[in-house]
């Protein structure tokens, strides 16, 4: 989705680079991974759970924030986003 506009950062947490390169390797993440080697940018989100997903429109405005394991890549999941997608395109669309 990303021609649409969707972008996506993993953000790991407090791991060693040499196993986060493992992992991304191993799992065929395509997504740019970001490592929050102290723990600031957990710290400074929140975060109390991985997965933690946090969607931020292009404003940066948080959108919706979503704890643990989600369906992102079925039906529902591609529909919302595509929703919070065509809504970003669109200036006049209702927020």
């Known amino acids: 989705m990303g ?3 969707l972008a996506v950062l ?3 947490v407090s791991e060693p680079r040499e196993i ?3 992992a991304v390797a191993a799992r065929g993440y395509t997504a740019q991974v ?3 080697a102290d723990g600031r940018v957990t710290e400074a989100y929140r975060v109390q759970a ?3 997903v946090y969607l931020v429109g292009r404003d940066g405005t948080l959108l919706g924030r979503a ?3 989600r369906p992102w890549t079925e039906s529902a999941g591609r529909a919302l986003l595509t929703a ?5 395109l669109d200036p006049g669309a209702p927020r």
């Open 3 to 5: 021609k649409d506009g």
């Open 10 to 12: 993993l953000v790991n």
């Open 20 to 22: 986060v390169v493992r």
């Open 34 to 36: 970001l490592l929050d």
């Open 50 to 52: 991985t997965p933690t």
């Open 67 to 69: 704890v643990g394991p």
């Open 84 to 88: 919070l997608l065509r809504a970003g």
